[in-house]
C-alpha cells in the first residue's frame, strides 16, 4: 500500500513538473507583454492585452484556464496598485476582459 501511495504521489509529482515546463513560459510571456502594456497605458492597445490573453488560452488545456486566468489577473491587480492615471484605467480595463474570459469558463 505504502509502495503504491509513493508511485502515485512520485507520477503526480512528474506530472505536475512536465505541465509546469510546457505551459508556464506561456503565463509568464503573456505576463510580460500585459505589464509592458500596462506601464504605457495606451488605450489603443487594449486589443493587444486582449491578443495576448487569447494566446495565452489557446496554448494551455481547457482545465487550466481559469486558474490560469486569475494567476494573470493576479498579476495585473498588483500593477493597477503600483499606477495612476491611464496607466490605471489600462489595467482595469485588463482586469474587465480576464473576468468575461473567466465568466465564459
Known amino acids: 500500500m505504502k509502495g ?3 508511485e502515485r504521489l512520485t507520477a503526480f509529482a512528474s506530472d505536475l513538473r512536465d505541465w509546469h515546463i510546457r505551459y508556464m513560459p506561456h503565463l509568464d510571456n503573456c505576463r510580460a507583454i500585459l505589464r509592458k502594456l500596462i506601464a504605457k497605458g495606451d488605450p489603443s492597445a487594449v486589443g493587444l492585452a486582449e491578443r495576448a ?43 474587465a476582459y480576464i473576468e468575461k474570459k473567466i465568466a465564459e469558463g
Open 53 to 95: 490573453i487569447n494566446e495565452y488560452l489557446e496554448w494551455i488545456p481547457p482545465e487550466a484556464r481559469k486558474s490560469g486566468l486569475r494567476l494573470l489577473q493576479e498579476d495585473v491587480m498588483a500593477q493597477h496598485e503600483a499606477v495612476i492615471g491611464v496607466q490605471r484605467s489600462f489595467a482595469e480595463a485588463v482586469n
Open 4 to 6: 503504491q501511495l509513493t
